[in-house]
């Protein structure tokens, strides 16, 4: 048992529930990135499964032609950014306040570039920059003037207004964003969070249950239309059986929500 813990860890601990620690977001991601992509996060395993077509109808959607240049705005551990470099002629930049999901991203990016250097396509380059949307005023200049953006399961822990005031920053007009997030059904029981290996307390973090409405109607607030459908997807029974145990419990509820908007020119 952590003999830091406060009264109501211990307390906890002693019902049988692991003690809860909460933290800045930085510094948990930083201590998450460990076992980020192993420790059986469902909704994280959904986003996944999710943007294998999404990333193709963005594609579709670029008015500018290539070369692009796409940012993967909380790229955390860079999930999602090798599929964007397997985009021709394309810079892709990852931006994460997490110095550890950077290193860990950093990694992946270059294996897979080593890959796509022998198959001869694929991007023209990656870019990793430290970046928090909480707390940088100045965003990474390499990413700038970007003709589309992800970002995915980062709206959680950002107001919107931030959010979408440094999206609009990043893209040149008609840019796409690509937003993906934890459902305010789901957000309501729960939040993102962990179990650190290392001390068996449960790690959480600032956490907004952002409505789907909130999160259109800010977006349009600050200049961006929505394109295409807005997704929205409950766990059934048959998709908790791909998406491993720990989505049973979550059977009927609506977990997650995927959006693309353009900056309006």
Same mark, same amino acid.
């Given at each position: ?26 510094t ?7 076992v ?15 943007m ?33 470099l ?14 550890k ?39 990474p ?8 953006l992800?970002?995915?399961? %980062?709206?959680?822990? *950002? ?5 979408? $005031?440094?999206? !609009? &920053?990043? =893209? ?19 939040q ?25 109607a ?7 239309? %929505?394109?295409?459908? *807005? ?5 059934? $029974?048959?998709? !908790? &059986?791909? =998406? ?12 997650w ?9």
């Open positions: 048992m952590n003999p830091q813990a406060s009264p109501l860890q211990l307390a906890k601990s002693i019902e049988g529930k692991p003690p809860i620690r909460f933290l800045d977001p930085t948990a991601y930083n201590l998450w990135s460990e980020y992509d192993t420790d059986g996060n469902f909704l994280q395993a959904l986003d996944t499964i999710e294998r077509s999404l990333v193709p109808k963005m594609v579709s959607r670029i008015s500018s032609s290539p070369p692009w240049k796409v940012v993967d705005l909380g790229c955390g551990t860079g999930r999602n950014m090798t599929r964007l397997d985009l021709p002629c394309s810079m892709v930049v990852g931006l994460d306040a997490s110095s999901m950077l290193e860990i991203a950093k990694l992946r990016i270059n294996e897979h570039m080593s890959q796509i250097s022998r198959a001869s396509e694929g991007a023209q380059g990656a870019r990793l920059e430290p970046y928090n949307l909480l707390g940088s005023y100045h965003i200049s390499c990413a700038l003037n970007a003709d589309a992800i970002s995915t399961l %980062v709206l959680e822990h *950002v107001p919107l207004s931030i959010f979408f $005031e440094k999206a !609009s &920053e990043l =893209l040149k007009p008609s840019g796409l964003a690509l937003v993906t997030n934890m459902h305010s059904d789901m957000g309501a029981i729960s993102a969070g962990f179990v650190d290996p290392k001390t068996g307390e449960k790690v959480q973090t600032q956490s907004f249950a952002h409505h789907l409405n909130d999160v259109v800010e977006a349009q607030k600050q200049g961006f239309e %929505v394109v295409g459908e *807005v997704l929205q997807r409950a766990v059934d $029974e048959e998709m !908790s &059986e791909v =998406l491993g145990m720990r989505a049973r419990k979550w059977i009927g509820v609506t977990v929500f995927g959006v693309c908007f353009r900056k309006q020119a």
